[in-house]
């Protein structure tokens, strides 16, 4: 009987697939959930990862765990590539393709390097685990390196940081890197001080967290210069190699400002692009997608002429006005997914559902210890008590509620003793000479002599 | 002044070179402590990571935020390759040579495959916290790609799981896979059941657990085999391949007894030969080597001839009797090094140090869920009470005070709801097509098809 039931497949478990999946868990509908990772990832915790305050476990909570033993629902740990909307189906990277009656994507963004594809090896980003453990990885090595170096020029290098990007992710994560360079890491060597470690934080438009309000942005900017932080405001990124960036002032046709920061480190928070399942969605279909390669979605998430096909989250442009998309937020993408789960469960009821509505329930970001923005509408939040609010927030947010107890428990003690334990340098194979022995130092050496 | 002071050498950051480092806080010397990772690694617990019920950083230890502070002590990040005692110098594989005045050698020991070294690919063993990512990679993938399978004979070998070797450590993940298999991942999967996937433990000798006595032995398989392992004594391997292992009965030149297994996931836990630097120490001196790789070492733990060099832990034959050294346990290793500081401390006051002795503090091994043997001399106990009391040791063994609260909570939380939420597939960059698609499935799968 089971296989005559309605066949809703949800590509993502993500923030939104996740919201979806949950609220048809009585729906009259059998599901599949696809992700090409067991588990679901607690994003915007990601920069906690990657500076050694957290665990990856604390932010991912296996799929199976969350969802598993829903009785209507099965996981399946697989890559989708591809659509046939006109046959209803799925194509997976490997197996048999899988029919659909109701299809949700929800497989949202990647990093973006607007076109410098040859950047992404120079210039990792935070959008996964491994991303985040090979940043924490770079860092703590940078230190070591530079703790055996007795050249000051390459002392200086090693000791140098590059965010690209003060977005959220772009200001917390150089927040995080002043904090451990100033703080934790402060006494622990002897031939170097890890204080006088640089932070740079690069950024195009004329302030940091641009989608903030200017007062707010400002006492971002004052904090994060407290911190150490170097702020760059109004600089492009021309040229990126391993070691070394190129930044020009905004608006400089003529390069005149060019400046080269020497880095053995940088990282790239500047920007994201909708999954590329964005665009066979579009091909396959009436719809448009904006330059972010987002599909451009009807009132109630789904596609034009495909009523039983959603798109929702980041990868989604929903609403009237193009060029200003809902923010790639995790709210956005819950209430989306809990909204496209009532259209199919009314639609079972033959009821029709109004249009989806956002309810904006504000925006924060959190520079460090003790100091966050916030603003929710007209109001507007700082310093200590809107890191309370942050991590508040955040710990309501995080999916099992034993994460919320381990991450509470690991926050305060790294609030208290400035401590970040995490800090484990597990090294990639590839720099391993057997799989026994520990890091390839040559290899590595190799690496740092470029 | 610095440079003047007595140089302490210690290679090896586990738990003898920690204590050893510890214990020479106070003492007029300075210290330069060696390690090729930047952790210290609590081993004992090494497969809970491997089996997702703890995450790395619960039981690992940045060893500069251990040591990093201590006054008289800096901390390298590098590799020893080898020693040249006249002229008392480590050489590093990368960087130069360190010249000591003491030496302290704790570097432990590493898989032995008894000469089969082709068989580590196939069967990995559980050193590192790489090799317990893989495991719990490993395992975890199995399950996945068994839901996916339709051929009954290919679900058959994905959740069919070998453990070769029956000490603390074999018992100890045998018991955990099956854990996994039959109570944490029952009612998550739909094609499957995990509940039928077989854990077979292959030992050698007559009887699981050989170091402990034979009534706890007897406790200790019969808990196994009541959480569904299938133990095996008495029976050798005699081949190794990907997927197959191939078992005879112990004694049976004629090989009549043979059995093949078809394993997807094989893993080692048969026995430890010490670190290659023993043989290097022994060469340098008029020291022996045992069968084991150990460097014999005299009565105050130095080598023959070389009062300042002295080597402790799993890489050294303390004692009169060859064939049994002491056993290569962490209080073992704790101890040397503590007895090692004292007799340096006490050098500086022109006093001798009575000869080492090894305080027996007993010999504890889990099984599962609820149940454990130790024993303390005479003194036997088994059971919840065992489990209660393997606890708590352990808890107070882990080095850092945060780390205890941190696996506290972890444990009780998985106690109490039979969960595992470390289960995350985090996969090697060489499964990658691109830095951030996920696995590659199609390698992987081409791995299982063999």
Known sequence: MIGRLHHVVIVGGGFGGLCACRSLKKAPVRITLIDRRNHHLFQPLLYQVATGGLSPA????????????????????AEVVGFDLDAQRVFLRRGSPITYDTLIVASGSDQSYFGHSQWAEVAPGLKSIEDATRIRRRVLLAFEMAEQATDPQTIRRLTTFVVVGAGPTGVELAGALAEI????????FHNIDPAKAR????????RVLPTFTEPLTEKAQRSLERLGVEVLTGWMVRLLEPGRVEIVQQGDADEETRQVITAENIFWAAGVAAS????????GSNCGIDRGGRVVVGPDCSLRGRPNVFAIGDLANWGHDLDRPLPGLAPVAMQQGRYVAKVIRRRFQGKSTPE????????MAT??????????????FWGFPAWLAWLFVHLMYLAEFENRVLVLVQWGWNYFTRNRSARLITAEPADYSTESEGPDWDALEAKWKR
Request: glycine letters at 14%.
């Open 58 to 77: 604390n932010i991912a909570a296996p799929l199976r765990s969350l969802v598993g033993s829903q009785a209507n629902t099965s996981v399946r740990l």
């Open 181 to 188: 360079s100033r703080r934790t890491l402060a006494g622990q």
């Open 199 to 206: 932070v740079l934080l690069v950024e195009g438009s004329d």
């Open 276 to 283: 590329p399942l964005g665009g066979d969605l579009a091909k």
């Open 356 to 363: 989806f509505r956002y309810f904006d329930r504000g925006n």
């Open 367 to 380: 520079i460090g210890r003790r100091m966050a923005v916030g603003e929710l509408g007209r109001f507007r």
